[in-house]
């Protein structure tokens, strides 16, 4: 079964038709089960460790993987699957909370700037700056409660902030990063049913939280915060993509199709060894060999 068309179900790099009622959370495509798909897991899993290994020796580019997405979608977990073959060296995860104080005491990309890729590494924000037209749009008191002088709080701020953010990304991007979003598309029906297993498995009991249950009373405030963003920041050269959340085997093939995707398009290759670097490998090994 090919995993190729997979990325390109789900991509969404231009936003003016989006409508987030198009895509099914519980979609599997033409996958039928968690062992149908799990070869083509473990392959995509390889492959990417592969790539990354020529993205780390080639240090051009840089990646930087996005994911956004209601409680208990599975984002954790999906990070942890899918770039579980990679070298630690190359990789690195951040995960997103509430800004601290010292963060609040700039604009709203400072903090997630001082955490993007190096050349020839992958970055995963676990949340990002689009809490800023998520969280923040849903709760506008933490807007108020922050730093931002008054009168620049206006009705118009959220699509100033994506046309900041688009901008970033754009300039991100012309400096070689290279961005993925993925927005995991959970079902509300879904979500219960993960919250009542983390209330009542005890191994899972850790990952409850109270604040949860409070979120889950603005679904369809966030659900249209979703959508308007992914419509307002969907681009060619930072698409989004629609994962559906229901099956978490599903979203883990699908993130790791997408990666693969993304890294073959680059193009990767070990650096190329000019004469004079071959004179000094070939140097070396006879003085080596020379050692008694
Ligand atoms: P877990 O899977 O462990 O629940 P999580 O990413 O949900 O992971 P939490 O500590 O539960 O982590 O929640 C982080 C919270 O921080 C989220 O509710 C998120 O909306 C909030 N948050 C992140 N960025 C911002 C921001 N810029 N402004 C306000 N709140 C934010
Ligand atoms: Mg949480």
């Not at 005890?202 to 990952?207: A, C, R, T, V």
């Not at 109270?210 to 307002?232: F, H, L, S, V």
Request: glycine content about 4%; charged content about 35%; some cysteine.
């Amino acid at each position: 079964m090919k995993v190729g068309k997979l990325a390109k179900t789900y991509r969404v790099d231009s936003g003016k038709q989006f409508r987030l009622k198009d895509f099914d959370p519980a979609d599997t495509a033409h996958w039928r089960s968690k062992d149908h798909a799990e070869s083509a897991l473990q392959e995509g899993i390889a492959r990417t460790a592969e790539m990354q290994d020529k993205l780390f020796a080639q240090d051009r580019w840089a990646v930087l993987l996005i994911f956004q997405a209601m409680d208990a979608a599975g984002k954790d977990g999906a990070i942890k699957h899918v770039m579980s073959g990679v070298n630690p060296q190359g990789c690195q995860v951040y995960s997103f909370k509430q800004p601290s104080e010292r963060e609040l005491q700039h604009d709203f990309l400072w903090r997630t700037t001082r955490h993007l890729p190096e050349r020839g590494h992958i970055g995963i924000f676990n949340r990002s700056y689009y809490e800023e037209v998520l969280v923040v749009r849903v709760h506008p008191e933490l807007l108020e409660n922050g730093k931002l002088p008054p009168p620049l709080i206006t009705k118009d701020i959220w699509n100033e902030r994506f046309e900041d953010i688009r901008k970033f990304e754009k300039h991100m991007t012309r400096d070689g990063t290279v961005i993925r979003k993925f927005f995991l598309n959970i079902s509300k029906d879904e979500q219960k049913r993960r919250f009542l297993a983390r209330l009542e498995e005890p191994e899972k009991n850790w990952k409850f939280s109270a604040t949860d249950i409070r979120e889950r009373k603005y679904w369809n405030d966030y659900q249209q915060a979703y959508e308007d963003m992914i419509r307002n920041t969907a681009a060619k050269d930072a698409p989004w993509y629609v994962v559906p959340a229901d099956h978490k085997w599903f979203t883990r093939l699908v993130i790791s199709a997408v990666i693969v995707d993304t890294l073959e398009e680059l193009d990767l290759s070990y650096p190329k060894v000019d004469p004079a670097k071959r004179k000094e490998l070939e140097a070396a090994k006879e003085e080596l060999l020379k050692e008694k």
